[in-house]
Every structure is written in structure tokens, then in C-alpha cells.
């Protein structure tokens, strides 16, 4: 897995966060006549949750890709047997 | 002050410096210095989405519905979590393939069809029109409001006032030419509308910054904040009811708005405008992806205080719900506030028009009118020199035509709905294009019939279950339409139909469209067969992240440079032609002469160039026209089958060599198998000679040991036992002596001092040989038949007597005890010649005959017979007569002698000697 395809993973992570946040199911437990502070839990939930949503996909494009330490991924590539020591050679 | 001239006077500056902008960001793009290149005019062009309809609309659904507005904005928010997947794709098809409208695309998409094109056009303006009435609608109505300054009052019916005297008419004719001058000024090659982008980006602005103002005055001017209005909206009568969800409408049409915003967020032809054809870079969409909905979420934070303090000011009704953003702040004697909201709803109505205009006059001009003109031979258009004048009289007549329509519609339907059920209307129209679009970047197998079945059943039921109940609503047709369906059929009833009830009218037609829609793309894809175009541009399209973006080979012609430059010439003016040819020639290190024949390259270059003025489906008819000669559908049926068949040959290649390793394994099977029979023949070989070397070892010791332990035997008896021992050792040397020299023979370390030779000779040596086996007893008697003239033969002297030899001495051992005889014959017979010996004895049964000639064996049993010879006799002539190049065999019955006979080929002509000893040479 590259690093574009972990950028990918996460936005389909959010969709479906985002879908689970956004429709029925989840959305009836503040589909209710209470308030905080005068405003409905309802109002509150959904600007709250899309607000949350907003700042995970910023997080998601903005933070940089994730590499894997330098070194670290051939050491257990090794470890594995996937890297021989004539391939080492080789390269 | 706030007069109806001071206020089109305020419109019409902020138009001045609408202008102002797109001129200079048009004066910055030709000095490719672009004001638009960056993520956040991008963004903001985006936001091109957020209409009269968010802005005057949300209010207006928030105070019928609490968050009922909210899945319009909510479901782009979702779809620009997937925009990595699904609009970068789009994006890059778009670049790859130079597409300009939402018909352009899908018309190229399946095999550049001119009819899709012309459906996807058809669609997409019939379906915008009441978008842009509400904006209309919402423009004349602020207006109308605002001119009341300071009553608060609601503009008279649109319907009721002859058209002269409404102000929604002069709105309109003012509007389409603010558009016409906007977006169909100059034909733009690229169709890159960077001026119009930047200003878009501007009144994106201006409509947030309006609307945030009069949402911060309402909550926190007008009210002591968020907690304060809805605390009073609680002990409202009837406005606690909307704090929950049963009040916006139910889960249903929850769930169906998300869905329909996620789709309109791509699909509407203004957004494809800006998100797709407009955008400069795709790295841009990064950061747009949370920007956009950061945008959608600011302009939403005030909705709903807005849409309660509304309420809650004008509790005796007769305000428009949709106008409360103006008329809150002229309640309040807020003239600059009003004014300023006036703006705000101003911009957001103008962008909408410009860019949904924009880019339905591209549509009308590439997709629908230019291919029906190019396809009308009598007019001479392909050969016309210059058709820029033509292109911009029909974007320009198709921008005037589209707002009178919907000043039209705004008309017909009177005030009968709300400004976002209008839009909703809009939203499901340009839902259609989502199974043709989505399916068609997805999936190779979507096919032209299943879009075009799609669109047209889907766009059908749109227009039944939707625009005309609107006509029924508004009065203009009979309303027991609506109630009992047409001609009394209730199961044909347009809001529910095939007796579906139960749901809002939105999602109802959603539904149908939909279920129709999709089941007709699936349906007619899977059952329709792709044409070679459709098929490559199936596989261009869903792997436009594995190709590489290079022109493609399609186009095989016999036009010259020339005439392909008059052609651009003739579309994208002589100077620009000019201009991009001299890029190309830079690209290709090469200079185009006018007269020599353009390489696919050019063509294919021209025809990316056309495609960005008229469309895909125009610029192949254009280039056929010069190229004459129809795409060369071989070529690209032959690039197809060179994929396909690059495919088979790397299977044939897969199983030429597992075939390969299926043989060579087998091979490895049966040397293995030889190899352990082998094994076995040895460890037997070795028993076999141990036990042989045993006997006469065993004889020879016990014999010894007794002339040892008794000395005083008799002579005669010892020396009789002296002879055994002689004898037996004999025999020990002979079977040494044989052992050794199979081992060489087999080993192949044997010399063989090969020579041309009478065999009479040899035969005669060997007879003399033997001959003492023959004075023994007089009780053998030996017959020969050997003639003179016998042929001669290439072989080892030597190693012939042996064979002779042994054959001789088994005779004579196996031969009848009292009364024996041995034959020998030879004689020469086809080419060979064969030496038979034989003899009168017990014989050898025919089962027993190939064991004979095999190490150690012997006929009868082992057991019981004492052995009479080495056991290896035999094998070895075997290997001595097939190292001559002959045969040896048996003949024989039990009690009926046995016959072994061997044939030997001659020398030939070439071999080194004479080939036949000449008669008489021997004596």
C-alpha cells in the first residue's frame, strides 16, 4: 500500500463515517424535544457533526502522506524472508 | 432613499464591477498570468452552487421545515469526501479528451455519439429552466420587496400583472444580456472562461460576506444569540415542532435530498462547468475537497436563526418565509443592511445564471445545433470560412432563449411554490445524468443504448412526475390530473404513481427516475453490443489513470497540413491557428509544411483543438469532412484487437511454456523411472555376480582344503581334484573376463578395432578354436555350410570369434548327449549377412527366449540344474552384434534344438576396405 492509497483509504473511511453520522439510524438519537442552553440537540448534532466531519477531511488532504521510517520496511521485509541476501546484492 | 432607481443603480454598479473583474482576469489569462490558478478562487467558483436558492430558499424551507434545508448542502459535503475517486477522475478524463459540457462528456463517452449529445442538451435545458426561474422569481421579488422600503410588503402575483408591467420580465431581458455580454462575448478556443471564474469567485464572496452580516445582525442585533431565539421559537405555539425531525419533512425525504444533492453537486451543468471544465489544475480539488464544505457550512450557520427570527417578527403570516433575509433587516430600519442582502441575493442569482447559461450554450451550440447544421450537406457548412460569427450567433441566441423560458415558466407556475421545491425540480433533472456518467467512468461495459435508454426513461418520468404536476398545481391544467390521474386512470397519477403512496413529491419522482433510469442503463447495457468507438472510448475513459494522455491513433487520412489549418483556421481564428501550430511544431521538433500530408498527429491534434470549440461529436464530423474519409474505424478496430491480442499471446506464451514444463517433466518422470530400474538391475547384477564368483570359489576352496587336510590320498585322487580346482578357476577367469568386458561395453570404454573382413575368416578361427570341444567325446559331430563368396563385413575380428565362440561352445553343451550335432551356416541375405548356429539338443521353451539373452540367466531353473556356463555368454554377443549394427536372435521349441542365428549388415561401397571379397582370393 503507497501512500496515495492510504490518502484514498481515508476519505473512503470518512464517507462512511460521514454516512453514519448523517442519516437515520445514528441521527434518531438526537431527534428529540431536549435543548442545550436553549437550542435544539438536534441543531446542535447536525452542525456539530458536519463540523467534525469538515475538519477530519482537512486533516485527511492536509496531512502529508504516510511514509514508512526509512529503513524500517526492509528490515522486516528481511525479517520475513521477502529480501534474500543475493537480492540485496543485486540491487 | 432606497428608491427604485437608487437600487438599480446599486445593482448596476456591483454588474460594472462584476465586469471590471472578469475583464481583467481575462486580460491576466492571455498574459498567462492567471488570477484563477489557485485552490481558493477554485473553491470559491465552486460555491457557484449556493443560489437565490440558499440564499433567500434555505430560510424560506427552514421556517416551513427546521432542518429540512440541510441534506442540499450536507450531501455535496458527502460527495466531496469521494472526490478523489470520483471527481479527479472525472477532471481527468475531461482534460485528457479536451471536453467542455456535461454533454460533451457523456456523448464522448459512448463512441462520441451526436445523438446522446443532443438528448444529454435537451435534458440538461429543459431541466435547468425552472432552476433559473427561481432565479428570476427571487431576484423580481427582492427587488419588488426592497422598493416598499420601509413597508414591509409582498410583491402582487407574477401572473396577474400583464408582462410589460412585471418586473420579472425586465429582470430577465436585463439578465440575458448581462449573460450574453459575459459568456458569449468571444469565442474562446479552450472554452476556458477565466474572466467569468474569477468573477463567479467574487460574487461567492460578496454572497457570504451578505449573508453572514444579516445573520449576525438578526442573532445577535435583532436577538441576544442563538440560545435566545430559539428559546423564544420554544414557547411560540407551533414553531417547537420544527426542532425535530418529524417537522423537516421525516426520515424519507431526509435521506432523498442527501441523495439528490450528492448527484446534483456534480451534475448540474453549471457545476460540471466549474468543477470540471474551469478547473486549471487538478491539485487544485485537494484542498477545494474541505474548503467547499467549510464554504457550505459558514453560509449555513445563520439559516436557522434567521428563518426563527423571521417567524418570530411577523407572527401574523403575510411575509414570504423566503424573504425574510431582506425584509428583516427593513423591519428593522436597517436600509444599508437591506441593501446589502439585496446585493448578497443579487450575486448569488447572477452567478447561477451566468455559468448555468454559459454552459448551456456551449451544450446547444456543440452538442445539439452545430452537429444537426454539419450533418445538413445543402449548407455548405463544412466548406463556410469562417464560422465564429455563427457559433456565437447560437450560443448567444440559445442564452436569450433559455431565460425567456424561464421567465416563461416563472409565468406559468405563478406562485404556487416555494423557491426550493422549484429547484428540487432542477436537482432530480440533472440527477439523470449520474447512471450514464457514474456507470460510464466505472465500467467499460456501459454501452450508448443503455445511456441513451437511461436518460430518455428517466428524463420521461422527470417531466411526468414532476413538471407537469407543476402545470397542474399552478392551474394550468385540470387539477383531477393530479387528483385522479389522467382521464381517471389512478394508477397513471403523477405524484403517485403505480399507486406508490405515501412519499413527498421529490422523493417519489426521485425514486421513479431513478429505478427507471438505472434499470434501462443496466438493462440495455447488458444486452446491447459496443460499436469499435465506443468500445475505445469505454477503455479510455475507466482507464484514464493507466494511459498515458498522448493523441490517439485513430484518424488515418489523406488531407494535407494545409487544409487541416484552413480547417482550425476557420474555428478558432487564423491567428491562434497560427499560434498553436507553431506550439505543435515545437513539440514535435518539426517543421509542418502546408502541402505535405498530416501525420495522425496532426490530425489527431486538430481534432482535440475542434473539440474544444465545437465538441467531440462536431470536430469528428468536421475532420471527416476534410480528412475524407470516415474515422478509420480498421485502425481502431485494429488497435482494439492489438490490445486483445497481446492479451492472447501472452496466454499462448503462458501455456507454450507450461506446456514446455509439462514435458520436461514428464522427461524427468521417466529418466527418474529408468533410473531407479536402473538401480534395481544393478543391486541385482551385483547379487547375481557375487553369487556366480561364489561357486566356483566355494568348489576351489573345498577341493583345496581337502587335498590340504588329507596327504595321503591317492595320486590318482588328487589328481583328479587338481583338475576341478584348474577347471574351476578357468571358469572363475572366464567369468571375469566376461564381467569386465560388459562393464566396458556398457561403459562404452571398449575399443573396437573395426576392419573389413571375410567372414569365412573369422568363422574358420573360431572353428578352429573350438575345435577341441568336438574331440572330447566322437559323440558330436559338426556340420558346416559356408560358401566362398560370402560378403564382407565392417567389424572387430576379435570380437566376432567371441560371439562365434560362445555360440559354438552353447551348442555343443546344450547338444544331444548321446547322439549331438551342431549346424553352421551363413550366408548373405538382403544385404546382410547371417550366421546361423544350431543344434539337436533339449532346446529352449519360446517363453524362455528373451531371457536367454539376458545377464545370468539361463534356460530351466538355477535351482535345479547345475549352471553350464557364465551366464553372460549371451549378453554379451547381444551387445557385440548391436555394436556392428545387427541383430541376434533365437529360434528354438523344447526338445526340437535351438537355433541362434545373427545377421550382420555388409560393408558398404564407402567403408574403408573392399566391399565384397572377390572370388577365389581365398583359398
Known sequence: MNGSEIVGGRFVALFFLGIVLLTPPFLLIFDRSAEISGIPVLYIYLFVAWAVLIALLALATELPKPQQREGEGEAAARALGYISAEQEKAS | ?923
Open chain 2, 1 to 923: 432613499m432606497l428608491q427604485g432607481w437608487f437600487i438599480i443603480a446599486a445593482a448596476f454598479a456591483y454588474l460594472c464591477v462584476l465586469f471590471a473583474i472578469a475583464y481583467w482576469g481575462d486580460k491576466r489569462a492571455a498574459e498567462k498570468r492567471s488570477i484563477i490558478s489557485n485552490p481558493y478562487v477554485y473553491t470559491l467558483s465552486i460555491a457557484v452552487y449556493c443560489t437565490s436558492w440558499t440564499f433567500y430558499g434555505s430560510v424560506g424551507r427552514a421556517a416551513s421545515s427546521g432542518v429540512g434545508f440541510l441534506p442540499i448542502y450536507l450531501g455535496p459535503t458527502l460527495t466531496f469526501i469521494l472526490a478523489w475517486f470520483v471527481l479527479r477522475k472525472i477532471i481527468r478524463i475531461s482534460k485528457v479528451n479536451r471536453i467542455t459540457s456535461i454533454a460533451d462528456f457523456i456523448a464522448s463517452r459512448y463512441g462520441k455519439s451526436s445523438y446522446l449529445g443532443g438528448l444529454v442538451t435537451i435534458i440538461a435545458v429543459i431541466g435547468i429552466v425552472p432552476y433559473i426561474s427561481l432565479q428570476l422569481s427571487a431576484v423580481s421579488d427582492s427587488f419588488t420587496v426592497l422598493t416598499q422600503y420601509p413597508v414591509v410588503a409582498m410583491a402582487e402575483k407574477v401572473s396577474s400583472v400583464p408582462i410589460f408591467a412585471d418586473t420579472a420580465f425586465y429582470v430577465s431581458l436585463f439578465l440575458g444580456a448581462f449573460a450574453i455580454l459575459f459568456g458569449a462575448r468571444h469565442l474562446d478556443a479552450s472554452e476556458h472562461h477565466e474572466g467569468m471564474v474569477a468573477a463567479i469567485a467574487f460574487e461567492s464572496v460578496v454572497k457570504l460576506l451578505a449573508f453572514l452580516a444579516i445573520g449576525l445582525f438578526v442573532t445577535y442585533g435583532v436577538y441576544d444569540g442563538f440560545g435566545d431565539i430559539f428559546s423564544r421559537a420554544q414557547t411560540t405555539e407551533g414553531l417547537a415542532k420544527l426542532f425535530t425531525m418529524e417537522g423537516a419533512g421525516g426520515y424519507g425525504s431526509w435521506v432523498s435530498l442527501t441523495l439528490l444533492s450528492m448527484a446534483a453537486i456534480i451534475f448540474l451543468p453549471r457545476q460540471f462547468q466549474m468543477t470540471v471544465v474551469e478547473c486549471t489544475n487538478e491539485r487544485h480539488l485537494k484542498k477545494a475537497v474541505w474548503l467547499f464544505p467549510l464554504y457550505l457550512f459558514l453560509i449555513n450557520i445563520f439559516v436557522l436563526p434567521i428563518a426563527f427570527g423571521g417567524l418570530l417578527h411577523f407572527p401574523q403570516g403575510g411575509v414570504n418565509a423566503d424573504m425574510f433575509v431582506l425584509t428583516l433587516p427593513m423591519a428593522e430600519h436597517q436600509e444599508m443592511l437591506a441593501l446589502f442582502a439585496f446585493i448578497g441575493g443579487l450575486s448569488a442569482a447572477t452567478a447561477m445564471i451566468i455559468v448555468a447559461t454559459v454552459s448551456l450554450s456551449t451544450m446547444v451550440s456543440n452538442d445539439l445545433v452545430m452537429p444537426v447544421l454539419l450533418r445538413f450537406a445543402w449548407l455548405h457548412l463544412s466548406r463556410r470560412a469562417d464560422l465564429t460569427g455563427l457559433i456565437l450567433t447560437i450560443r448567444r441566441t440559445t442564452i436569450a432563449v433559455v431565460l425567456l423560458m424561464g421567465y416563461l415558466y416563472v409565468r406559468l407556475i405563478g406562485d404556487s411554490y416555494a423557491l426550493v421545491s422549484i429547484g428540487l425540480v432542477s436537482f432530480i433533472a440533472a440527477a439523470q445524468f449520474a447512471p450514464a456518467i457514474i456507470g460510464g467512468i466505472f465500467w467499460k461495459g456501459a454501452s450508448r443504448a443503455g445511456a441513451i435508454a437511461g436518460l430518455g426513461g428517466g428524463f420521461v418520468l422527470w417531466a411526468y412526475t414532476l413538471l407537469v404536476p407543476s402545470f397542474a398545481r399552478s392551474g394550468r391544467l385540470p387539477e383531477s390530473f393530479l387528483l385522479d390521474g389522467p382521464l381517471g386512470i389512478g394508477m397513471l397519477k403523477p405524484q403517485a404513481l403505480f399507486w406508490l403512496e405515501g412519499l413527498d413529491p421529490t422523493s417519489h419522482a426521485l425514486f421513479w427516475t431513478m429505478v427507471i433510469n438505472i434499470g434501462l442503463f443496466l438493462a440495455f447495457s447488458l444486452c446491447s453490443s459496443q460499436s469499435v468507438v465506443e468500445r475505445s472510448q469505454a477503455v479510455q475513459f475507466v482507464d484514464v489513470f493507466k494511459r498515458t494522455a498522448t493523441g490517439r491513433h485513430t484518424w488515418q487520412g489523406r488531407a494535407t497540413v494545409g487544409e487541416i489549418k484552413q480547417l482550425l483556421a476557420r474555428f478558432i481564428g487564423r491567428v491562434r491557428m497560427e499560434n498553436t501550430f507553431s506550439e505543435l511544431e515545437k513539440s514535435l521538433v518539426q517543421v509542418l509544411p502546408d502541402e505535405g500530408v498530416a501525420s495522425v498527429e496532426v490530425v489527431a491534434f486538430a481534432e482535440r483543438q475542434l473539440a474544444g470549440t465545437i465538441g467531440a461529436a462536431s470536430a469528428r464530423i468536421m475532420l471527416a469532412s476534410v480528412v475524407r474519409e470516415e474515422m478509420h474505424d480498421m485502425d481502431e478496430m485494429l488497435e482494439i484487437l492489438d490490445e486483445a491480442s497481446q492479451v492472447i499471446e501472452y496466454s499462448r506464451r503462458l501455456e507454450e511454456k507450461s506446456h514446455q514444463l509439462q514435458s520436461v517433466s514428464d522427461d524427468l518422470k521417466a529418466a527418474n523411472f529408468q533410473l531407479k530400474e536402473l538401480d534395481k538391475l544393478k543391486d541385482e547384477f551385483i547379487s547375481t555376480v557375487s553369487h556366480e564368483l561364489r561357486t566356483p570359489l566355494t568348489s576351489i576352496r573345498s577341493f583345496s582344503e581337502i587335498l590340504h587336510d588329507n596327504p595321503d590320498m591317492s595320486e590318482e585322487k588328487q589328481n583328479e581334484f587338481v583338475g576341478i580346482i584348474v577347471k574351476e578357476s578357468e571358469r572363475l577367469t572366464r567369468l571375469l573376463d566376461n564381467i569386465l568386458d560388459i562393464s566396458k561395453m556398457e561403459a562404452g570404454k571398449l575399443e573396437w578395432q573395426l576392419k573389413v573382413l571375410d567372414p569365412k575368416e573369422v568363422i574358420e578361427d573360431a572353428l578352429a578354436a573350438t575345435a577341441g570341444l568336438f574331440q572330447q567325446g566322437d559323440n558330436i559331430r559338426l556340420h558346416t555350410d559356408l560358401p566362398d563368396n560370402l560378403p564382407a563385413v565392417h567389424v572387430d575380428s576379435d570380437r566376432l570369434t567371441q560371439v562365434l565362440v560362445n555360440l559354438i561352445s552353447n551348442a555343443v553343451k546344450f547338444c544331444d548327449m548321446d547322439d549331438g550335432t551342431v549346424w553352421i551356416t551363413a550366408k548373405a541375405k538382403d544385404g546382410a549377412l547371417c550366421v546361423s548356429v544350431r543344434d539337436n539338443g533339449i532346446g529352449i521353451s519360446p517363453g524362455d527366449h528373451e531371457k536367454v539373452f539376458k545377464r545370468f540367466q539361463q534356460a530351466g531353473t538355477l535351482e535345479t540344474q547345475k549352471p553350464r556356463g557364465t551366464g553372460l555368454g549371451l549378453p554379451i554377443s547381444v551387445e557385440i552384434i548391436v555394436q556392428f549394427g545387427g541383430e541376434i536372435w533365437v529360434d528354438s521349441e523344447i526338445g526340437a534344438g535351438a537355433t541362434f542365428e545373427f545377421c550382420i549388415p555388409v560393408a558398404s561401397d564407402d567403408g574403408d576396405g573392399l566391399p565384397f571379397i572377390k572370388e577365389g582370393s581365398t583359398g
